[in-house]
């Protein structure tokens, strides 16, 4: 191993790191180690004139590995790769030590901070020592995308998608398309008739030459991987009338990119039983009295309620039902409705029981405004219990801003119910490889650089099934996750990854333990020759399989028991 | 007192004064407890005066506020946690001091004497003493030992438990007061010596199982002792499982409409809702009607939190008087309360409103026993003689 030339590449990160660490000693400790030809300090590797550096001296020093001792691999690994490979090497011949999130962001006593990362630094020396060449697979990307769910997140990425040019196929659960918003009457800030814009969208995706809807339908199983995943999908019969075998057509879809666009579940109110929801008729959700306004019938059988009381964050912001967070939409859903039965019920009084209002967005706090305005009371006490008063019922709370416990009779409550995970979400984030945050929403890869993407490359979140959203945002939010989808499909083929698993025949025993773990379903055993062989393209790279093979016949490229444990050694060293 | 220690302790920064603490207490209607203004306080100001606060003693620690809040503060906890500090300065009620003072002396709050703790046994068959070993261990509880309203409900389980098969023992005039309402009026110190002393107690019976008849030894030893592997039950809950497994059948009709009021130590602190209602249900004959405030919603009696033995700053209006007419309007001839505070607030709220002729208060325990045609009786002799303590509020 004597003959590599390593080069290392200390980043200041601004002051990020320059701060805790000493980089100039670091440098310094760097250029002894064994195998180091040279080692610099410079205040941003990633910029242009930092990869150039690397490219110059890769050329001139005639390096042949890079160590590059700076932020996360996750955030640059990539640019680095890039560097390398533009210089002629190999780009699997990089390193990277983090000595940023993992050391100067973490520690505030600088000697020691420099010390550790003297140790991140040694240990990704010693494992660069024993890189190897990779070499890089390029995959033909499939040009389509699978839109699970037709909510209006889902119309809006079908739609973005077909008029690119590419074909969309959206699968939706129900029969119909457009999701919640079908239930809806108008929207805020601007009181429009929801149907009529709802309607449009759907026919234009409808009528979209690019697109296939598959109604009834659902994802069964998800393979491959970005640029080639194979999706089945069942559909329930058609128009075939009661008792009729409900799993009649399935159907394979070879696409390049898969988008969620699976939308929430709204909260059952029956959760918080004090409010006796399911128990008293004049107790109802907002999105039945959504309904109710769709229909023009409020459902009060003539006799117009005379007090009408609205009940913010019921299900939400509350940690005993298991939702910590606020569900974005119910404070202005509660104003948009309240203005319209103020329109409608002009002798009545209405009341939004509230502990905080939350209006943002455009438009939105001035639509607030105008709600009061027109005669809309808001009062900060959050409704404790509802109890039966007579033919009424009676709200139970306390007046936070007088300090004074009330109970008041009213002939109508509304709970602003909120926003959940949809009920298949576990099951669907098996099936896909999906992360959850822990409200229950898909997890996108990074909560402001990266917020349709996931952990697994090709397949993106769109809408609620993110988090919860109104229209406006989640459509922006579709668009964008339409976007990121085509990016594959714009370049006609995607790098596979080639740190992936592979078997050495002459000593493997077939005794299939690595086809059982492998949560892929990479390896397999071939029958002729009696040994296991991997997938490349089905291997992620987990590691899984090589643990558990008996007779080390599997190791994961560019994670090989050597270079692991060389790196581990300096260390401890 | 500093504000500061209390408001990390209690992590009262996570609250947002909602007041779904506040506008769900039972107290905060008729007195002057405001839990969530009192969180605010203890924010926003970095000195409190306890003293000035004397609604504290209010609280019937029935913990509608803890179950409401969204942010999981606990209210009621940071009342004892107060009540605490006036226990430490030694400034509390005269009734307060008194009934602690009889748990330390006689180990019961009314501070009669220890040796006649056994006397709910009445002409009742003598129960076997635990201390010799047993399966179930019955917790009798200091109401039901000595008050001779109550002793009917420790004599009838205990037929019931000997009929049933099972080998149950208590530990007699050793057994002492659990500490529920003790902890909860802040003696901290003292609870922490009872659970010791009793802990050691039981454990040392051996019994795998323990039943109580009140809820609120129930709570405290089912969720403030470590009592390892002992699986404690309150009595309603070991009655639903012998009707379950057939091990308990009730023969006789027991033609009444009851209704149902659910003790806040079962519901609110427990989640203790059906099985009673299952021990009702399974009584032939008997018509199970439900108040519109039950289960989470069930009004506290105002028996709780050691207002047995505080009478609070409001005492002339009642929860229980509204409580027994909402009874009423169920058109119930019967009120059935599974605990003895609830047996005996709401007896008396019927007394007061004049209802005896509609509504009688009677334990699940007594219902059970007229179902198995039981032989109980009210008459044990002359009533007991309280050697120290305060009369009972009701
Ligand atoms: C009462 C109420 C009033 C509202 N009012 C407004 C308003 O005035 N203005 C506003 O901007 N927003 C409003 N909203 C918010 C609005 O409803 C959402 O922004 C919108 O519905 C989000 O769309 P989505 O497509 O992400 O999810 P959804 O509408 O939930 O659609 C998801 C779709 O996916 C389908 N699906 C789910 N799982 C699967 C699966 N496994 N396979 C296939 N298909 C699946 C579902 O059947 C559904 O069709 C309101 C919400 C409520 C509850
Ligand atoms: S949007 Fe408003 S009503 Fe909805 S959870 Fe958030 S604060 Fe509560
Ligand atoms: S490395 Fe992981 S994904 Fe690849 S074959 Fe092995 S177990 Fe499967
Ligand atoms: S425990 Fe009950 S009485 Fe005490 S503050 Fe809470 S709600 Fe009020
Ligand atoms: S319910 Fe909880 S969060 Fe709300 S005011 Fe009371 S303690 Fe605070």
């Known amino acids: 191993m004597s003959l590599s030339r390593v080069g290392v590449y200390v980043c200041h990160c601004g002051t990020n790191i320059a701060a805790n660490v000493d980089v100039a000693r670091l440098a310094e400790f760097a250029r002894s180690l064994p195998g180091a030809v040279l080692a610099r300090d410079y205040p941003y590797m990633c910029s242009d004139r930092g990869q150039a550096l690397i490219r110059e001296d890769v050329s001139e020093q005639a390096l042949d590995r890079v160590v590059v001792a700076a932020c996360s691999p996750r955030m640059h690994e990539p640019t680095f790769r890039d560097a390398v490979r533009q210089a002629g090497l190999n780009p699997y011949m990089v390193e990277m030590a983090n000595i940023r999130e993992q050391c100067a962001w973490v520690h505030d006593d600088r000697a020691r901070a420099t010390e550790k990362a003297t140790r991140l630094v040694a240990s990704a020396v010693a494992r660069a020592v024993l890189l190897e060449p990779l070499e890089e697979r390029q995959v033909d990307v499939e040009p389509g995308v699978v839109v699970i769910g037709g909510g209006i997140a889902g119309l809006a990425a079908t739609l973005t998608v077909a008029e690119a040019g590419y074909s969309a196929y959206l699968v939706e659960r129900s029969g119909s398309l457009g999701g919640r918003v079908r239930e809806l009457d108008r929207t805020y800030p601007t009181l429009d008739k929801v149907q009529v814009v709802l309607r449009e969208l759907v026919s234009r995706v409808a009528a979209h030459p690019n697109v296939t809807i598959l109604l009834r339908s659902s994802v069964t199983s998800v393979d491959g991987c970005v640029g080639d995943f194979t999706v089945e999908v069942k559909t329930r019969g058609a128009n075939l009338g009661e008792g009729v075998d409900a799993s009649r057509d399935s159907q394979t879809l070879v696409v390049g990119s898969v988008i969620v666009a699976t939308g929430f579940d709204p909260f059952d109110p029956r959760r918080k039983p004090e409010l006796g929801y399911g128990q008293y008729p004049s107790v109802i959700t907002t999105l039945e009295l959504e309904q109710r306004l769709a229909a023009g019938d409020l459902g009060d059988n003539g006799a117009a309620p005379r007090r009408v009381a609205f009940l913010q964050c019921v299900g939400s912001r509350d940690v005993q039902v298991g939702n910590p967070y606020c569900s974005r939409v119910c404070c202005m859903v509660v104003a948009k409705q309240a203005r319209q039965l103020r329109g409608l019920m002009p002798d009545a009084e209405i009341t939004v029981y509230y502990s905080d209002v939350r209006t943002f967005g455009k438009g939105a706090e001035e639509f607030y405004d105008e709600t009061r305005a027109q005669g809309v009371l808001y009062r900060r006490a959050s409704v404790s219990e509802i109890v039966r008063s007579q033919n009424r019922v009676r709200l139970v709370g306390e007046d936070t801003l007088l300090s004074r416990a009330i109970g008041v009779e009213v002939d109508l409550v509304v709970l602003a119910t909120g926003m959940e995970a949809g009920a298949d979400s576990a099951s669907l984030s098996a099936m896909l490889r999906l992360q959850r945050s822990p409200d229950g929403f898909f997890l996108e890869a990074h909560p402001k650089l990266r917020p349709v993407d996931t952990a697994t490359a090709g397949v993106y979140l769109a809408g609620c099934c993110q988090g919860p959203k109104g229209i406006a945002d989640t459509i922006a939010h579709a668009k964008a996750a339409a976007s990121s989808a085509l990016i594959p499909l714009l370049r006609g083929s995607v790098q596979a990854d080639a740190a992936t698993a592979i078997v050495n025949p002459a000593l493997c025993a077939n005794c299939g333990l690595c086809v059982e773990e492998c949560p892929y379903g990479a390896p397999a055993l071939d029958p002729f020759r009696g040994v296991a062989t991997v997938n490349a393209l089905l291997c992620q790279g987990c590691g899984a399989c090589a643990v558990v093979c008996p007779a080390k016949a599997i190791s994961l490229q560019h994670a090989t028991a050597c270079q692991v444990l060389a790196q581990v050694d300096a260390l401890m060293a | ?394």
Not at chain 2, 116 to 129: F, I, Y
Not at chain 2, 143 to 151: A, C, T
Not at chain 2, 366 to 391: C, F, H, K, W, Y
Request: net charge negative.
């Open chain 2, 1 to 394: 007192m500093r504000t500061q220690p209390l408001v990390e302790q209690m992590e009262l920064m996570g609250c947002i004064q909602c007041g779904r603490c506040t506008g769900g207490c039972p107290l905060a209607r008729k007195t002057a407890l405001n839990i969530r203004s009192l969180i605010y306080d203890m924010l926003v100001a970095p000195e409190m005066d306890v003293h000035a606060h004397q609604e504290l003693w209010d609280c019937t620690c029935c913990f509608t506020c803890v179950e409401r809040c969204p942010k999981d503060v606990r209210p009621a906890e940071l009342i004892i946690a107060l009540r605490g500090e006036m226990v430490e300065s030694g400034r509390i009620p005269e009734t307060v001091g008194a009934a602690l003072m009889g748990v330390f002396r006689q180990g019961n709050p009314s501070g009669i004497a220890r040796e006649d703790r056994s006397a709910w046994v009445g002409d009742g068959p003598q129960p076997k003493a635990a201390q010799e070993g047993c399966e179930l261990l019955y917790f009798v509880g200091c109401s039901p030992s000595y008050d001779p309203r109550l002793q009917t409900v420790p004599r009838t389980l205990a037929r019931v438990f000997s009929q049933a098969g099972t080998d149950f023992g208590t530990l007699g005039t050793e057994e002492n007061c659990c500490g529920s309402e003790v902890q909860r009026m802040g003696e901290a110190g003292l609870f922490e010596m009872l659970v010791e002393e009793n802990g050691e107690l039981i454990r040392r019976t051996g019994a795998s199982r323990l039943v109580t008849t009140s809820p609120h030894c129930y709570t405290a030893l089912k969720n403030e002792y470590a009592l390892g592997k002992v699986e404690v039950l309150h009595y309603t809950q070991l009655l639903a499982d012998l009707l379950a497994h057939g091990q308990l059948a009730f023969d006789r009709e027991v033609p009444r409409i009851v209704t149902y009021h659910d003790p806040c130590f079962l519901g609110k602190h427990n989640q203790i809702y059906e099985e009673p209602r299952a021990v009702l249900n399974a009584i032939p004959g008997l018509q199970l009607v439900e108040m519109d405030r039950n289960r989470e919603r069930s009004l506290c009696c105002e028996g709780g939190g050691g207002r047995m033995w505080a009478e609070g700053t409001n005492p002339e209006e009642r929860l229980s008087a509204q409580r027994v007419e909402e009874a009423a309007a169920t058109g119930a001839d019967v009120l059935a309360v599974a605990c003895p505070f609830c047996l005996l607030t709401l007896e008396d709220a019927v007394k007061v409103a004049g209802l005896e002729d509609q509504l009688r208060v009677m334990d699940v325990a007594e219902l059970v026993a007229d179902a198995l045609d039981l032989p109980v009786t009210n008459q044990i002799g002359a009533p007991l003689a309280r050697s120290t303590g305060p009369e009972r509020e009701c």
